[in-house]
């Protein structure tokens, strides 16, 4: 949604209609299928947390443009801002031009202390497909 009269916003939308059923992916991290963390930076673990996020939207049978919100929880914020050439070519390898509703929080910590970012998305699937 993009009300009348509003600069376009870069790299997230302002709201999204959705309808059918709904996804909530719960904080994905920057580690491996095996619970490892392979990358220690920034844009290593947020490339890996997108595909974490993406193995669940499509486990319930979505889609990359069926992800409607993000929330990106960052812990150091200076990083993030210094990684963002990577972690815009992260996004766009995975999402191409979809650009769901979203927000970045800046945090002291998360609950496991290597990770550096975490990821919850909900997304909006078709009426039919596979559940919990």
Do not use: C
């Amino acid at each position: 949604m993009q009300p009348e009269g509003w600069a376009r916003p870069k790299g997230y939308a302002n709201g999204v209609v959705t309808r059918g059923r709904t996804l909530h992916v719960s904080g994905q991290v920057g580690w491996n299928a095996e619970g490892v963390f392979a990358a220690r930076d920034m844009a290593g673990q947020f490339a890996q947390a997108l595909d974490n996020v993406l193995a669940v939207v499509r486990a319930a049978g979505g889609k990359p443009e069926d992800v409607a919100r993000m929330t990106v929880y960052v812990t150091d914020l200076d990083a993030y801002r210094g990684s963002l050439r990577e972690v815009g070519a992260a996004w766009k390898s995975r999402f191409g031009k979809h650009f769901p509703a979203m927000a970045l929080v800046g945090v002291a910590g998360l609950v496991e202390r290597e990770a550096v970012v975490e990821i919850e998305a909900v997304a909006a699937l078709g009426d039919e497909g596979p559940s919990a």
